[in-house]
């Protein structure tokens, strides 16, 4: 599960499957009406039911490339009961006979530029599709999924997400959640653009990624239009229903918008707001330490939900009700629209380069306004923890599947950052952290890539650091030298170079995956 908020607190201190379907008569076993079974295996090849990625075998699919995701689902709050239909766009990356998509929900129809294709479930969250031909590579289709259910019935490796209340709805986790409300690739290696048309019944508001874009009042309920410009992990997808109070702005050109569940008490609802009104000045500090914002608008969400942590939602962050102080919290989750969300991991087990830098960015930011600086932090907090502490036996860089938010993934990668800085100097960190943001924005990164870019900026040898700080060490790895005080608080801003000009030679482009 995520960081539970009390790790805020922690923070604040330290820094100062289902049976499958059954196939109708006469179609091959498992298919249902609607579709002849799949063309020899000869005319082309079946997209895996999986990415690859070792610590979820079954996440994400094969074969192809999703575009864009137009989600049309109805939530009924009294019955907590989700319908709806889902519009996936995707491009063929082989001669596909067959495809997964990865949903949870019963599945009443699926078809493929309007015709009906056979599916079934060989487990519950998989999907399985096939086309009444093999669709060719480079192919373009639109593959429309209809389905009825009820998530909160539902649980998937072994996390049952869906955070609903009998008048607020929340679709809010990590790793996984799009599967209980919309049929994805559900990996961060497949992102893709975003339409989410919510239908609630009147007098309620929905709240999701991107811009709103109109809504539409039928007899009973109200259709609300949000649009995701920028691509996006399919876990980052979310909505929120119910009662809020909404505001809105622009700072620097840039829209935002802020949303408070009118369910908390009025002090509450009063505390957060205030607190959200400092995501615009957040966002823009956040500028002059790694580059432009990567997204079109911003803003946060507080609901009066309890799902004990807050999550880095693509353009909009959705926080539980932590009070008006928890300033660094913001700090942590805006901070992930850079590393997390526009630069997103390649694979699980590189979840430091999502929390750690946004852990580190809480560090800078109370570092720049007032309080401990990043060396100073990085030794108290190193003192800290005596070496025989279980801390150092995580092996950040490969914690598991189990242990992907315990706290060192958080402050020890934190500390490799900040040690990074002590080894490299001023100059080469921000440049390395800026160039990282640039080079992989709207893809994914990896360890390995990071360590190779560290490398090419510093012109220094980082493989033994790198094993310390990250790899499961016989015994605590010793602080770096620390900077010079004049270097410890210098303004990124001033050491911003091109990130072409710190590319040494050799490196002709960005690697991406």
């Known amino acids: 599960m995520r960081r539970l908020v009390v790790a805020a607190v922690l923070v604040a201190a330290m820094l100062g499957s289902g049976p499958p379907s059954i196939g109708a008569p006469g179609l091959a076993p498992g298919l249902v009406p609607g579709a002849v079974a799949s063309a020899p295996a000869s005319a082309g090849k079946a997209g895996s039911a999986g990415i690859g990625d070792p610590y979820f075998p079954r996440d994400g699919n094969g074969g192809y490339d999703v575009r864009r995701y137009s989600v049309h689902d109805t939530y009924r709050f009294a019955s907590r009961r989700l ?22 929900l019963p599945v009443t129809s699926v078809r493929i530029d309007g015709r009906a294709a056979a599916f079934d479930r060989p487990r519950r969250h998989e999907l399985r599709i096939t086309p009444r031909a093999p669709i060719p590579a480079g192919t373009a289709v639109r593959v429309k999924v ?48 975003f339409d989410l048309h919510l239908r609630v019944p009147h007098g309620n508001r929905v709240i999701a990624n991107g811009r709103p874009d109109g809504r539409t009042r039928g007899p009973r309920m109200t259709t609300w239009h949000w ?29 935002w918008l802020n949303a408070v ?42 609901t009066s939900l309890q799902p004990g942590f807050a999550l880095e939602n ?4 959705v926080y539980p009700y932590v009070g008006g102080g928890a300033v660094t919290l913001l700090v942590h989750e805006l901070a992930h629209q850079w590393y997390g969300d526009d630069v997103s991991v390649h694979g699980w087990r590189d979840i430091w380069l999502n929390e750690g830098f946004a852990t580190f960015l809480e560090v800078r930011y109370r570092e720049t306004h007032g309080g401990q600086a990043g060396a100073d932090w990085l030794r108290s907090s190193y003192d800290g923890y005596g070496a025989a502490n279980s801390f150092w036996a995580v092996p950040v860089a490969d914690p598991g599947p189990g242990r992907l938010f315990d706290d060192p993934v958080y402050y020890r990668g934190a500390m490799t950052l900040q040690a990074l800085r002590n080894v490299v100097g001023e100059s080469d960190f921000w440049a390395v952290m800026r160039t990282w943001a640039a080079d992989h ?44 005080a004049d270097q410890e608080f210098a303004d990124p801003a001033e050491v911003r170079p091109d990130p072409a000009e710190v590319r040494r030679s050799g490196r002709s482009s960005p690697i991406r995956q």
Do not use: C, I
């Open 83 to 104: 319908s709806g239909h889902t519009v996936v766009r995707l491009v063929a990356s082989q001669r596909l006979t067959r495809f997964n998509l990865d949903l949870l």
């Open 146 to 193: 209809e389905y009825a259910g009820y998530p909160d019935r539902l649980a998937y490796a072994g996390e049952s997400n869906w955070l609903a209340s009998s008048g607020e709805v929340v679709t809010m986790n990590e790793p996984h959640m799009a599967p209980w409300w919309f049929p994805a690739n559900d990996h961060p290696r497949d992102k893709a653009r």
């Open 227 to 255: 649009r995701a410009h920028e691509p996006m992990a399919t876990y980052l997808a979310f909505f929120a229903a119910g009662s809020f109070t909404v505001e809105t702005g622009r700072r620097n050109g840039r829209p």
């Open 261 to 302: 569940s009118n369910r908390l008490s009025a002090s509450a609802r009063t505390a957060s707001l205030s607190l959200l009104r400092e995501t615009p000045r957040l966002v823009h500090w956040l500028e002059q330490q790694l580059g432009p914002y990567p997204f079109d608008t911003t803003g946060g969400v507080v």
């Open 314 to 317: 693509q353009t909009r962050p």
């Open 441 to 484: 924005s709207r893809h994914t990164g990896s360890t390995e890539q990071f360590r190779a870019l560290a490398e090419e900026v510093s012109g220094q040898d980082l493989a033994a650091f790198f094993d310390a700080w990250l790899v499961s060490p016989p015994s605590p790895p010793t602080p770096p030298r620390t900077v010079s």
